[in-house]
């Protein structure tokens, strides 16, 4: 009797922790596994009952309930098509078995991927489906707000240079360094003054290109195969942190609006504990544990261990273990007003780069200052007081080497204290004087 489950191997989980789901054909003691050309993250399959389940260990609260719907709505598609491709393996079966021709396995699995049956055939407009794309995903709002200054910038080269839909055959090397160009010194901003953008936002635009590429070959669109060669550039960015100081002076700070103070108290605790916005957000009473947050983290559902100090401890006691809730981008906007307010506003230089050419700018720090900049504090203050970089890598779920390159900032007096630390030997040197010409 013919038999198909659904698999993944744990053999062939990425870097990234994703896997292809398998369709394992079984006849006469005999079994095939038929990719499904479907990839998942593989910490969300239900091996017991054949599934993706993306809301798993997760608990639905008001904040978290659009994501979660739109987690269960995603499972429902692919789960559909996994039963679906199931259905049409065993319907192959059948046929040959009507037809008097045994259903072996490597027979079945040739009819099947002959058939390519999940494989979309036409030739799709690109902007409809990255808009479809936004509209499913579970990201934050400042990913979602990237995926649509994206769509921006490949609508108005549609329209400007294409004069047609853009279509998946369209996409090339030809085209990226094409559309790359045109957004160095051709796309109009909203406004309609300046022409042009950073290599830090095109960087971004073609990052979240490569990310919808990546989707739609996921889901069996015909790719052309060029993912992979299309360079993004990486921009070594200055790391902005608060120090300890910057941090007594907001928290002393009395504000001229209750907002102000409520979301100055979420970014505080953010710089002790270097949470995700998305796990700041649901944090309540159930996560705390023996003085520590310990959660599974909504991204990468990795445990979090976060020991918990006095600070963030009377925050959260303020609050009653639930915090205000904002949408990040309103965040955002608030702690940057909080801090002009609270006159956070040391001078910080800004490197930019615009088809290779870079340019310098100082700014106040107040401009600069948003949720991520509360898991640089975190992390620079971790190092700042002796914290080792596996350690913060456990906490934040960052590897070390990124938590090195991105997000570790050191202040000139940390510096100047581990230099005379480090030379401390040298005072009890007998001094033999310099020899000058």
Known sequence: MATVKSLI?????????????????????????????????????????QKVNSIKGIRKTRVNES???????????????????????????????????????SLVKAKFIEKEIITPSSDYELIPLFKEFMDKTSKSDGTKANYKTAI?????????????????????????DNFRQFLHTDLVKPGGKEKGISDSSVGTT???????????KDRSYKVP??????????????????TEEEIDQLLSFRFSKEKYE??????????????????????????????????????????????????PLQILEKYNYELPSLSEQKFNNYIKEASKEAGIDKQVELIKTSSGNKSYEYVPKWKVITSHIAIKTFISLCGKKGISPKAVSEITGKSVEI????????????????????????KNLPYSGINSC
């Open 9 to 49: 191997r744990s053999n062939k989980i990425n870097a990234n922790g994703e896997a292809v789901i398998y369709l394992r054909y079984g006849h006469q003691q005999k079994v095939k596994d038929i990719s499904s050309g479907i990839k998942i993250v593989a910490s969300k399959w239900d091996e017991k009952n």
């Open 67 to 105: 994501l979660f719907k739109s987690k269960m709505q995603s499972d429902l598609l692919v789960n559909t098509k996994i039963e679906q491709a199931k259905a049409k393996i065993l319907e192959i079966a059948r046929e040959l078995q009507l037809n008097k021709i045994d259903p072996e396995v």
């Open 152 to 176: 921006y910038h490949l609508t108005a080269f549609e329209k400007t240079k294409l004069q047609s839909p853009l279509r998946i055959s369209n996409i090339s090397l030809e085209f990226i």
């Open 206 to 216: 073609l990052k979240n290109l490569k990310v919808l590429l990546n989707y739609l």
């Open 225 to 242: 195969d060029i993912i992979n060669k299309i360079k993004v550039p990486r921009l070594e960015k200055t790391i902005v942190f608060l």
């Open 262 to 311: 409520r979301v100055r108290d979420v970014f505080v605790l953010n710089c002790y504990t270097g949470l995700r916005y998305s796990d700041l957000q649901r944090l309540n009473k159930n996560h705390i544990h023996d003085g520590a947050i310990e959660m599974r983290a909504y991204k990468n559902q990795r445990d979090i261990y976060v020991p918990l100090t006095k600070r």
């Open 403 to 426: 938590i090195i390159k991105h997000y570790y900032g050191i202040d000139k007096e940390t510096i100047k204290q581990q230099i005379n630390h480090a030379f401390d030997y040298e």
